[in-house]
Structure formats: structure tokens, C-alpha cells
């Protein structure tokens, strides 16, 4: 007897074979049992009942969506540098001149965690309408032990509030703080040895910005190699603005993922491909700072990369709040294929935060499903400003 059954839907799990990755099953089933997949198959092979029975009215079933690269939380806006860019300032210019990021900084330290967990519940509501079951939320606005803290504590404090899960980053290391003596070579020490530590039970990850306006390679290892002694995993801001050998450094570390990668070299990318790195492509962030240089996508299948899709929601550089309208930008931008957009927001996305037990509709994984009121599966990003989520469930309810 299974707990609960989906009938009257269509499947796309996500688990077929290389020819054909949606693993698409027409008028399919999914039952569960204690908040896992019990069976995944056609209605007509359904093996036992269910205590309750779920009529999904024609829709189409899909892993719940993982949107895997987030700044959810942090004070304030930065439309006024959005007027600035529409000027003609770029995102390093602001940067260098003090702004950009610092704005964000000055607002989330000044803020309380109340107003801070305020106003980022709409954001991660929003998500969740469209079908998203789990969200990675970073920290990386304080900049200091305590502000870094009250970020990642409002982090998880969201994931409690709401049926969703939040998976909590460390990125203290996302800029040099203006009011910290010492430059990135001191700043980075400083992370490795205060925040990361104190960071225990708050943070599942560390992240860094290895660029050219945040911190080198060399300096990112410190920080790193802190992170692997508190028995975290990394993850790696790479290769956005120049290439610094991002890619190759998060795979020489065994990342999770490495993400933006619009500069990132052809031999970068096949050491992800060998060590397992993720690569998050973030197309908010390319259209909103109008950037000419995209991801090199024929690069990465060539060397068999798995390819993520997020979100990237943050106050500067891609203020998207829609995960749906990053799978048409991935396709329209970076010229991603349907089946590549869509498991780059279920089982990649899920790969790149190192968790095994979702992204999948396959029995015993967890039951996190996403049901979608479309024709077919390539609806989802086609259509632009369009939301045709009907449901979510999460852990099986």
C-alpha cells in the first residue's frame, strides 16, 4: 500500500537514456511511501493502491525544480546603478569605484535579520509558485563574522517558515569590505580562520569569487583549504570576467560546481568534466550586464560537463526572480537545447549542491514533485512571464 498515487499526468523524469534525457512516460504514475518514491512508471503498470489518490487533471509531472545559485538574502536595491549601467557604466567600473556590491554590503549589515527575513520571504515565495522545492541561498552581503552569521541563520530560518529546502553557502570571500585593513590576502586569512569555523552548522558550503576585482587563485585556496578541514564542500564564483584559470582551480579542489564561466578556457572545462564539477550557467546575470561574452556551451559538451541553470537572484548583477524565465533565456542566450535546460534545474542543479537524493523521479529518492498545466515539457521555456505551475509537493505532501 503506498501512502499517496499521482494518476491522470504525464511523467518527465529526467532519467532516460542519452538519446533521450526527459525520460518521458505519457499517462504515468508516481506513489509514494514515508516521503520517498515508492514507483515511477506507466498508470497501466501500477503495482498496488494508495491510502490517497491525487487526480493531476492532464498535467505534467517533473522532479521539483532546484534553483542552485542564489543571493536571496541581502538590505535594500541597487536599481540606481541599474540607471548608471543603462549610462553606460559596466559592473567593474562600479565595482572599482567603491560601488556595486558595497551598497549591498551597507544595507544588509544595517539591517535586522526581521527585515532581512521580510524581504526575502516574497523572493523565495515567488520561486516556490513556479514549482521550486529546493533553493541554495548564499551568504557574501556582510562581510564580517556577525553579519555573515545573521545571513546564513535568516537563510535557514526561511526553510523552516516554508515548505521548501534551503541549502546554506558561505561566500564571506565575495569582495574585500572596504573597512578591512590588510587587503585580499589578509581578508581571505581572515575568512579561513574566523568565519568558516563560526560558520559551523549554519553553512553546507563555502563559496569564493576568484576574479580579478575579488581574490586570486592562490588566495581562494586558503580559503578552500579551510573549507575542506571544516569538512565542507566548495563551490566557485570562476571565470566571469577573465579568465583566471577559475574552472581548472575548481577542479583541482573537487567543487561542487564552478559558476558563471563566460571567460573559462576549453582546458578548464575538461577538468571539471573529470573531476565532476558542475557548471552553472547563470543567463540572468548575461543579460542583465548586456555582456557580448557568453559561456562557450559547444566547449562544454564537447568535453561532457554536466550543465546547471539557476536563477543567480541577486540585488547588482541579475535581479531575476523567476527561475521559469531562466530556462527560455538559457535556450535563447546560450542556445541550450530544451532536455539541456531542463535537467540543468532538476538533476544537475541538484548535482552542483552535492545532493544525491533528488532531481530524479526514480524510486527512493525523496518525493519533491513540480506539476505543470502544459502540452508538453518544451512549454517551460517557451513561454516568457508565464507561470503554469498547479502544484508542488515536498517530501511526498
Known amino acids: 500500500m503506498f501512502d499517496r498515487v499521482w494518476l491522470n499526468a ?59 545559485h542564489t543571493h536571496l538574502v541581502f538590505g535594500g536595491n541597487r ?12 559592473y567593474e567600473q562600479i565595482a572599482r569605484a567603491g560601488g556595486g556590491i558595497f551598497s549591498s554590503v551597507r544595507a544588509t549589515r544595517s539591517a535586522s535579520s526581521k527585515e532581512l527575513f521580510n524581504s526575502a520571504l516574497p523572493r523565495l515565495q ?12 548564499k ?59 563560526a560558520s559551523a552548522g549554519l553553512a553546507d558550503a563555502v563559496d569564493a569569487f576568484c576574479e580579478t576585482i575579488a581574490f586570486s587563485p592562490a588566495q581562494t585556496a ?11 564542500p566548495v563551490k566557485l564564483h570562476a571565470d566571469q570576467l577573465s579568465d583566471l ?20 578556457s576549453a582546458e578548464g572545462l575538461r577538468a571539471m568534466a573529470q573531476a565532476g564539477t558542475v557548471a552553472v550557467l547563470l543567463p540572468g546575470a548575461t543579460y542583465f550586464l548586456r555582456e557580448a561574452r557568453h559561456p562557450d556551451i559547444a566547449a562544454m559538451r564537447q568535453a561532457g560537463v554536466r550543465m546547471a541553470l539557476s536563477t543567480d537572484m ?21 542556445r541550450l537545447t530544451v532536455e539541456e535546460a531542463l535537467l540543468g534545474v532538476t538533476c544537475h542543479a541538484a548535482a552542483a549542491l552535492g545532493l544525491e537524493d533528488r532531481g530524479l523521479l526514480r524510486a527512493g529518492l525523496r518525493c519533491d514533485l513540480a506539476l505543470f498545466q502544459v502540452n508538453r515539457p518544451a512549454e517551460l ?17
Open 79 to 90: 536599481a540606481a546603478e541599474f540607471e548608471q549601467r543603462l549610462a553606460g557604466a559596466t
Open 314 to 334: 541577486n540585488p547588482g548583477s541579475s535581479p531575476a526572480r523567476s527561475l521559469l524565465l531562466m530556462l527560455n533565456m538559457g535556450c535563447t542566450l546560450f
Open 126 to 137: 515567488g520561486l516556490m509558485a513556479e514549482g521550486v522545492t529546493t533553493v541554495e541561498i
Open 381 to 397: 521555456c517557451y513561454w516568457l512571464g508565464h507561470n503554469p505551475c498547479s502544484g508542488r509537493v515536498v517530501g511526498g505532501e
Open 222 to 232: 586558503v580559503v578552500f583549504a579551510a573549507a575542506r578541514a571544516a569538512g565542507l
Open 10 to 68: 504525464h511523467l518527465a523524469t529526467m532519467d532516460g537514456p542519452s538519446a533521450a534525457p526527459l525520460g518521458i512516460i505519457e499517462d504515468g504514475a508516481v506513489a509514494s511511501r514515508n516521503g520517498r518514491i515508492a514507483w515511477v512508471g506507466r498508470r497501466a503498470d501500477l503495482p498496488g493502491q494508495a491510502t490517497e489518490t491525487v487526480d493531476c487533471a492532464g498535467a505534467w509531472i517533473l522532479p521539483g525544480l532546484i534553483d542552485c
Open 245 to 264: 584559470g577559475g574552472a581548472a582551480l575548481a577542479a583541482a579542489h573537487g567543487a561542487l560546481s564552478a559558476d558563471h564561466l563566460e571567460h573559462a
Open 139 to 197: 551568504s557574501g552581503y556582510g562581510l564580517q563574522l556577525e553579519s555573515e552569521l545573521k545571513m546564513l541563520r535568516v537563510a535557514r530560518r526561511l526553510g523552516e517558515a516554508e515548505r521548501v529546502q534551503v541549502v546554506t553557502t558561505l561566500l564571506a570571500a565575495h569582495a574585500v569590505p572596504p573597512d578591512f585593513a590588510g587587503g585580499a590576502a589578509a581578508y581571505a586569512q581572515y575568512v579561513a580562520e574566523e568565519i568558516i569555523p
